[in-house]
């Protein structure tokens, strides 16, 4: 069953502004990834987040995990072009705890240059 | 170069036909993973196997076999019993399964019915 609910499903944006996309979950997590997916391509793992940390950084990236509402948001500043892409979040949950990952649905990022 | 290789890229199955998706990595990872994702969706989990020899179900494993012969191979057979394979699928390997597992991708194969 799908854990992960991305939102919104699609965010189209102008080069320069800042995207963000929300994920909610249902499960107590150890930790929580978010995953880009170029068209046709595989994932790639942009940066994880654990269950007692509140805020993460990775360059332009900015993560935040509320656990009390089981939800996570990403965001990308200064966008560009180049960021479009499908954006993914990905649970570790405590029962299954690192045997496997489940992904939510999903959020297209288009970013208009 | 290090990394996973998923073969081949594109693949078509007649009705009734059995196909083989070959998957192999030479990350020494212990853990390997296969996904399914149907056009606009999420990834869903067809079988995983966190040592050789040894492999579980996922969320959807019916229609679907895999083996672990090799710690490097995690080939998955879509049988005739999957009434609707055709998707994108994805193969994934990570070094275990313990916390704060990451997952590494191949770039996917797709498989249409025809």
């Known amino acids: 069953s799908q854990q992960g609910e991305e939102d919104p499903q699609a965010l189209s944006i102008q080069e320069g502004e800042n995207a963000t996309m929300n994920c909610s979950y249902k499960?107590?997590?150890?930790?929580l990834q978010w995953y880009r997916q170029n068209s046709g391509r595989g994932l790639v793992h942009l940066i994880l987040i654990r269950s007692n940390e509140r805020e993460k950084h990775s360059g332009r990236l900015r993560v935040t995990l509320d656990t009390s509402k089981k939800s996570s948001s990403l965001l990308i500043t200064a966008s560009r072009a180049a960021d479009t892409a499908s954006y993914f979040c990905a649970t570790d949950g405590v029962e299954t705890s690192g045997s496997r990952l489940t992904f939510g649905e999903g959020t297209q990022l288009t970013v208009n240059p | 170069d290090g990394g996973i290789t998923q073969s081949p890229k594109y693949l078509f199955r007649k009705e009734g036909q059995n196909v083989t998706l070959s998957c192999e990595q030479n990350l020494n990872h212990d853990a390997m993973y296969w996904y399914r994702q149907d056009p606009g969706q999420g990834l869903r989990l067809i079988y995983y196997?966190?040592?050789?020899?040894?492999?579980q179900k996922g969320d959807i494993a019916e229609g679907y076999s895999v083996s672990r012969e090799k710690k490097e191979s995690f080939p998955l057979t879509v049988t005739s019993a999957q009434k609707n394979p055709t998707a994108f699928y994805l193969c994934?390997?990570?070094?275990?399964?313990?916390?704060?597992?990451?997952?590494?991708f191949g770039e996917g194969s797709w498989l249409t019915v025809v």
């Open positions: 196997s966190q040592i050789v020899n040894d492999f």
């Open positions: 994934a390997s990570s070094p275990s399964g313990g916390p704060e597992n990451t997952i590494y």
């Open positions: 499960t107590s997590i150890n930790n």
